[in-house]
């Protein structure tokens, strides 16, 4: 059974910093991209960073400089640390897995960026 579980959203000022975690399983985690997406009410769901099964990376330029995404493969989990955090990054932030013939989504986790 696929699963991928994130964590580690919530509320944090603006300025503030937070990590999402996508814990991964029942698929060969090593083999597939990993993306983090985020969608904020009202707006179409934006891909906010990627980064290959060889650990190469491509971010959105709204959070270039300010996220980082990572992953360890032996522990199949995939991160996003999020650093000056603004108002505008508010959404639910959703952990995707994808390969040329699968797509896997988290459930997703709320960021709120707000005093």
């Known amino acids: 059974q696929v699963q991928l579980v994130e964590s580690g959203g919530g509320l944090v000022q603006p300025g503030g910093s937070l990590r999402l975690s996508c814990a991964a399983s029942g698929f060969r985690f090593s083999s597939f991209g990993m993306n983090w997406y985020r969608q904020a009410p009202g707006k179409q769901r934006e891909l906010v960073a990627h980064?290959?099964?060889?650990?190469?990376?491509n971010y959105a330029d709204s959070v270039k400089g300010r996220f980082t995404i990572s992953r360890d493969n032996a522990k199949n989990m995939v991160y996003l640390q999020m650093n000056s955090l603004k108002p505008e990054d508010t959404a639910v932030y959703s952990c995707n897995g994808a390969s040329f013939l699968f797509d896997y989504w988290g459930q997703g986790t709320q960021v709120t960026v707000s005093s």
């Open positions: 980064i290959t099964s060889g650990g190469m990376t």
